[in-house]
């Protein structure tokens, strides 16, 4: 097996494909969107409960690949009760470090448990999977229905 | 008449990208339904044509210019002649089956399509064959019904007996799924059709590269292919049409070389085929599909269905073992295609780790998203056959699914 293999599908990635967190509907949620690759045909809801400028709870329902899957589980352990300000700081990073081209020997320090994400950036036909939940949060934090990555 | 034994070690030769390596394995090309690769015919023939012969056409009155028309029309007479067409002028260069098909969605459909006129498609069509007849649809008041497909992804014969009815005035269909490999009875399909006077298309995308196609044995009114599924390039297609329905249809697109006198009060137009190519033609594209085509026609047709079949039936076999895969494709008439899913692993992350070792395979809903949704899946991975894929190309894919199923365990 590859490293750049071993690198996309870490331990952490497919635990979380295989268990995804918070995966379910939230009926009592104040927003929601849902993000889609026309292109590949991943879909996937986010539903948040926004409270005093606070993510209160959040969720995720689709379906898609291990990458996607497991990109959007790790966000919603991330960004659960972090203030609006700390969930752009945490996208930032996201965006950062699947653009990066360079290793950091800092990534976990830096990144925390996003870095799990890092080995995506040597796949850029998967960038937009590990990206697609993050622009459905996005979508439903602007009050959007939905957005597709084709969009963009 | 062909004469080259149809030997595979001795076909990858003229294939100059099938010795090229990714990330130092041996590249494993099996995504021959989006895309085939090109023999060095063709690639000479491109460098050739801009090297000694490129000029417009139709127009100047110089050397290269007659050159340029020269073979332009060569390339025209080549397609007709492996359709099988009565004449030349029944061949219209596109860009692609999906414009052939678009062309004759809006040409044919805005003089004959009526409200409460049925449009006949499958359940297996691909979206250039649905989208446009939707378009259309939704202009003139048209109705869309869909033949469904049986539990092995084949047609409903019944059903299609069912739905063809005196609304109906035109059947398009696909030769070959994209998708499945399924091989539709369209022969037989097709002459049901004309006994009901429907209009008929073929879509011919998978179908001309792996069966060829003989438009007045099958007796389409309309046929459509594209020049880079049959070894040609990107950019050049094939619309084949009925001389009198296409003569009564109206311009596709307006401009240069389809008019015969213009003026701001009134504009003639060209006969066929020139009525139907507005602008500058894709030149070199038309030459270069003329010399896939007669690099194809070196072997026996017989010879290449026979290697593809073998390598289809060995493949289905090899795969069929592999714990957790489930095979989509099932049909009794099949060819070229198998598409499947492993248990647990995303089609996407299959494509990934394929690639990693030199194996090119389509994942996705192969832009057939209605099928898709009688599979019951989102997507599927995809592995398709040409005439230069090999038993060991096979053996090659069946470990690298294997390889992604323990990644994943």
Redesign the interface.
């Known amino acids: 097996?590859?490293d750049?293999?071993e690198d996309?599908?870490q331990d952490i990635i497919?635990d979380h494909?295989?268990r995804p967190r918070n995966s379910h509907e939230m009926v009592d949620s104040t927003h929601n969107a849902e993000g889609v690759n026309p292109?590949?045909?991943?879909?996937i809801t986010v539903y948040l409960k926004l409270l005093d400028e606070k993510i209160e709870d959040i969720s995720f329902k689709g379906?898609?690949?291990?990458?996607s899957?497991a990109s959007a589980s790790l966000m919603t352990e991330i960004i659960k009760g972090l203030s609006l300000p700390d969930v752009r700081k945490q996208s930032d990073i996201l965006q950062k470090l699947l653009i990066t081209d360079e290793d950091n020997p800092n990534a976990l320090f830096e990144y925390g448990n996003l870095a799990a994400l890092s080995g995506v950036r040597k796949?850029p036909?998967?960038i937009k999977?590990a990206s697609l939940a993050w622009h459905a949060l996005e979508a439903a934090l602007q009050g959007k229905t939905s957005i597709t990555t084709e969009d963009e | 008449m062909p004469d080259t034994p149809f030997e595979v070690e001795v076909v990858r030769r003229d294939f100059p990208i099938l010795a090229t390596q990714v990330?130092e394995k041996k590249l494993c090309y099996l995504d021959n339904a989006a895309s085939t690769q090109k023999p060095r015919a063709v690639i000479d023939r491109l460098q050739e044509f801009y090297s000694r012969e490129n000029a417009n056409i139709h127009r100047g009155v110089h050397h290269l210019g007659e050159l340029a028309t020269d073979a332009y029309h060569d390339a025209r007479k080549t397609v007709a002649k492996f359709l099988n067409a009565k004449s030349d002028k029944q061949v219209i260069f596109t860009r692609g089956t999906t414009e052939s098909i678009n062309l004759v969605a809006t040409s044919w459909g805005r003089a004959n399509l009526q409200k409460g006129d049925q449009i006949l498609l499958t359940a297996m069509e691909h979206h250039a064959n649905i989208v446009p007849w939707q378009l259309i649809a939704e202009q003139t008041g048209a109705v869309i019904k869909v033949i469904p497909t049986n539990d092995r992804a084949e047609l409903d014969l019944d059903a299609y007996d069912q739905l063809l009815g005196e609304h109906t005035r035109i059947l398009a269909i696909c030769h070959i799924s994209n998708s499945l490999g399924t091989l539709n009875p369209i022969k037989e399909i097709i002459a049901k059709a004309k006994a009901m006077g429907v209009t008929t298309l073929v879509d011919g995308a998978q179908g001309a590269p792996h069966l060829g196609a003989d438009v007045q044995d099958l007796n389409c009114d309309f046929y459509a292919f594209s020049g880079h599924k049959i070894y040609g390039p990107t950019g050049i297609g094939i619309l084949y049409g009925n001389q009198e329905i296409m003569e009564n249809m109206p311009p596709y697109q307006g401009g240069g070389d389809m008019i015969q006198r213009v003026s701001f009060e009134k504009t003639t137009y060209k006969g066929l085929p020139e009525r139907f190519e507005a602008g500058t033609p894709n030149i070199a594209g038309a030459a270069g599909l003329a010399a896939a085509i007669k690099y194809l026609g070196q072997f026996n047709q017989a010879d290449i269905k026979a290697h593809e079949s073998a390598l289809l039936e060995y493949a289905l076999g090899q795969l069929e073992d592999i714990d957790g895969i489930t095979l989509y494709t099932k049909a009794v008439a099949r060819t070229g295609v198998v598409s499947f899913n492993l248990e647990?692993?995303?089609?996407?992350?299959i494509a990934?780790?394929l690639d990693?070792e030199g194996v090119a395979i389509r994942?996705?809903?192969h832009c057939t998203?209605p099928l898709?949704k009688t599979l019951g899946v989102?997507?599927t991975a995809r592995t398709s056959f040409a005439l230069y894929n090999t038993k060991e190309e096979i053996d090659t894919l069946a470990a690298s699914i294997i390889?992604a199923r323990q990644?994943?365990k």
């Open positions: 097996m590859s750049d293999l996309l599908y497919l494909n295989r292109l590949c045909g991943d879909e379906q898609g690949c291990a990458i899957q796949f036909a998967r999977c | 990330r647990g692993v995303h089609a996407h992350d990934t780790i990693r994942a996705g809903n998203q898709m989102p997507a390889k990644l994943f």
